[in-house]
Nanobody, 125 residues
C-alpha cells in the first residue's frame, strides 16, 4: 500500500518549463516502478514516462521524448517529471502512478494499481 500526491502543476507559456513532483508514503519506495500519465479533456489517459525502482531504466512516449525527464530520489520517496519546451498539446491533468512487481506493460494504465489525485498543467499558446 502506498499513497501518492502530486505537486508543482500550474500555468506556463508555450516553450517554457515546469517541474512536477510525486511524494509517496512508506519505506519501500525503491520496490515500486513509477510512472506519469496524463489526461486531456475528452481524451483517454495516456502514458508519459516511467522509471524503474532503482532509477536505472526509463521509458518515454514519443510525444515527450527529448523534452521531458523522469527521475526519482528514493531517499526522499519522491519521483519527478521535468518538462521542457512545453507545447499547448501538453495541457492535461498529470497523474502519478506506482506498481510493485509490475506484471503488465509499462505503458498501460492498468499496470499501475496506485494513483495520485492528479494535478493540472496548462500550457498557454
Amino acid at each position: 500500500q502506498v499513497q501518492l500526491a502530486e505537486s508543482g502543476g500550474g500555468l506556463v507559456q508555450a516553450g517554457g518549463s515546469l517541474g512536477l513532483s510525486c511524494a509517496a508514503s512508506g519505506r519501500t519506495f525503491s520496490n515500486y516502478a513509477m510512472a506519469w500519465f496524463r489526461q486531456a479533456p475528452g481524451k483517454e489517459r495516456d502514458f508519459v514516462a516511467t522509471i524503474s525502482g532503482s532509477g536505472g531504466s526509463t521509458y518515454y512516449s514519443d510525444s515527450v521524448k527529448g523534452r521531458f525527464t523522469i527521475s526519482r530520489d528514493n531517499a526522499k520517496n519522491t519521483m519527478y517529471l521535468q518538462m521542457n519546451s512545453l507545447k499547448s498539446e501538453d495541457t492535461a491533468v498529470y497523474y502519478c502512478a506506482a506498481a510493485i512487481r509490475p506484471a503488465g506493460s509499462y505503458y498501460r494504465a492498468t499496470t499501475y494499481p496506485y494513483w495520485g489525485q492528479g494535478i493540472q498543467v496548462t500550457v498557454s499558446s
